[in-house]
């Protein structure tokens, strides 16, 4: 199975950026897809991006042109550089995978959470 670890978040201001990294580490044949959601207080889990094996990636609207996802897939690790943060941005930030495991003594494709981490955007 897989663990994966976030780390980065914080407090900043508005305007502000921070990084976040999330490693995976554990038994598998092969991470796919990873990427990033959120959930506020009171809201739903959404998705703020996503980045395959190949490097393609996928935005929310409301963080296209200030997040960046980037994957470093000989470390199993995945970024979120976040850059002119809103207040609306603060939400706990969750690291999520996609990747090939053992299930019940089969190959299967399983997906795997990370304990999340806090950013808060505030002055």
């Known amino acids: 199975q897989v663990q994966l670890v976030e780390s980065g978040g914080g407090l900043v201001q508005p305007g502000g950026s921070l990084r976040l990294s999330c490693a995976a580490s554990?038994?598998?044949?092969?991470?796919?897809?990873m990427g990033w959601y959120r959930q506020a207080p009171g809201k739903q889990r959404e998705l703020v991006a996503t980045i395959t094996s190949g490097g393609s990636t996928n935005y929310a609207d409301f963080v296209k042109g200030r997040f960046t996802i980037s994957r470093d897939a000989a470390k199993n690790t995945v970024s979120l550089q976040m850059n002119s943060l809103k207040p609306e941005d603060t939400a706990v930030y969750y690291c999520n995978a996609d990747f090939l495991g053992w299930e019940y003594g089969k190959v299967a494709l399983l997906n795997a959470w990370g304990q999340g981490t806090l950013v808060t955007v505030s002055s």
């Open positions: 554990g038994s598998f044949f092969s991470i796919n897809t």
